[in-house]
């Protein structure tokens, strides 16, 4: 049986920025970074890999974090920690001293999120699968006992989660060969950001539709004008009826939000993401309502299970877009999935960033395989930024995730990438200070 014998962080930080790769409203000048941590165990080649997405200097904070919480696993069994993993994720939010830093929030939370994530990551090469298909054969009540259900039964009780895990249970077959032969959906970002040119964006949107995607989505916020001119031309390059979405990155107040998103209408939105603050539960609720019928999504900066138990049932949106690694890991990503199961709300998670699509997608099969099942409402957010530097970079095929079959939960880099990029004394950044 193996046992958890060290665990290690690494400050990885990509040069981003220079490219204005992952521009938008908000985040100007984002050197794309992984507050990285890998636990190994006395079994040669077993480890446990995950990260923490961060835009550049706040991996100084996000690792320090994680250093602290990382002695709560030291020692266990990997069998143990699959057992108790429901208690874990207790133990990882409750430090009593530390919580005083949250509650359930921002940067411990997300370094609880590493440890949980990168201990999913442990037990499912330890199985020898890929973390979707651990999840998907995981029994019902296994599934329901990782959950930390404290603040949410208003919204979902252990006996609903249970509920909607057995309604899934006899179509898990045939979900899981769809799955194997379609893949996922996926839709793409990657020609919207909001510092590339026009032509640029109208060069990469149709590059983006020649490669099968269905749906694309462009940054959006810099002025009224902007946002019309930007996309009166995407328009006119996909037709009218090809799915566009917008994403404000929080940038306006809950009534410029309101106008501003009014003053768009006749581009026909498949939806706008991240109108305002990702906390302001009733301003999105006002939103959506003043809005309506141009659906509002958010959800990759909502910092736990109790704002999605809110904005659901506020109704402050009508997509849900988790996060792999802002919440407390795969625990409350599986929470998440089920009140957006129980409320009919489609999960479309964010990805893009260091790593997060090759994370996140496997929330997203579980979803499909074992909740909610395969319908057009779901689409997964790929962004073709820096996947290179990781062991099984996702693939994607005809605009669908390809189901990974390579055992783990896909955070794990190249040893080669960490030494390089590992800030400030990797050799990439070595070479940047001389120069
Ligand atoms: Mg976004």
């Known amino acids: 049986m193996p046992k958890i014998t060290a665990i290690e962080s690494f400050d990885v930080r990509f040069p981003t920025s220079k490219m204005l790769d992952g521009s938008d409203a908000m985040n100007q000048d984002p050197d794309y970074s992984a507050a990285y941590l890998r636990i190994t165990t006395d079994q040669p080649g077993l480890h446990g890999d995950s990260l923490v997405f961060t835009i550049g200097r706040g991996n100084d904070v996000q690792i320090a974090a994680i250093n602290m919480l990382t002695p709560k696993i030291a020692g266990l069994s990997v069998d143990d920690a699959f057992t108790r993993i429901g208690e874990i994720t207790r133990e990882l939010s409750g430090d009593s001293q530390i919580r005083w830093l949250g509650p359930d929030y921002g940067v411990f939370h997300m370094a609880a999120g590493a440890v949980l994530n990168a201990l999913w990551d442990l037990f499912a090469k330890a199985k020898g699968v890929p973390l979707w298909k651990l999840l998907s054969d995981m029994t019902p009540e296994q599934i329901v006992d990782a959950i930390d259900f404290r603040y949410i039964t208003d919204a979902l009780t252990r006996e609903e989660a249970l509920d909607i895990l057995y309604r899934g249970n006899d179509a898990k077959k045939s979900n899981e060969e769809i799955l194997r032969s379609k893949g996922l959906p996926a839709y793409t970002t990657s020609p919207g950001w909001l510092g590339y040119s026009d032509e640029k964006m109208l060069d990469l949107t149709k590059k983006a539709m020649d490669d099968g995607f269905t749906l694309i989505k462009y940054k959006c916020g810099k002025s009224i004008a902007d946002d019309q001119r930007r996309l009166g031309k995407v328009r006119e390059?996909?037709?009218?009826?090809?799915?566009?979405?917008?994403?404000?990155?929080?940038?306006?107040d809950v009534d410029v939000a309101i106008t501003w998103i009014n003053a768009l209408k006749e581009y026909k939105l498949r939806w706008v993401e991240e109108p305002t603050s990702p906390n302001d539960v009733l301003g999105h609720a006002?939103?959506?309502?003043?809005?309506?019928?141009?659906?509002?999504?958010t959800g990759e900066m909502a910092s736990s299970r109790i704002i999605f138990k809110q904005l659901l049932q506020a109704k402050g949106?009508?997509?849900?877009?988790?996060?792999?690694?802002?919440?407390?890991?795969?625990?409350?990503n599986?929470?998440?999935?089920l009140m957006a199961a129980k409320?009919?709300?489609?999960v479309c998670p964010h990805a893009g960033g260091v790593g997060l699509c090759e994370m996140v997608q496997h929330l997203a099969m579980w979803d499909a395989v074992a909740v909610t099942g395969h319908h057009t409402s779901r689409v997964v957010e790929f962004v073709d930024h820096l996947h290179q530097h990781f062991l099984d970079p996702v693939q994607i095929s005809g605009g669908n995730y390809i189901a990974p079959q390579?055992?783990?939960?896909g955070a794990e880099m190249h040893q080669s990438s960490i030494d390089e990029y590992s800030f400030p004394n990797g050799t990439y950044w070595k070479n940047e200070a001389v120069s």
């Open 237 to 252: 390059l996909v037709g009218p009826n090809f799915p566009i979405a917008i994403d404000a990155n929080q940038v306006w």
């Open 286 to 297: 006002k939103i959506a309502a003043a809005v309506a019928p141009t659906p509002i999504a």
């Open 317 to 332: 949106f009508s997509v849900m877009q988790i996060d792999a690694t802002r919440v407390a890991g795969v625990n409350e």
């Open 334 to 337: 599986l929470a998440n999935i």
């Open 343 to 346: 409320f009919g709300i489609p």
């Open 406 to 409: 390579r055992a783990g939960a």
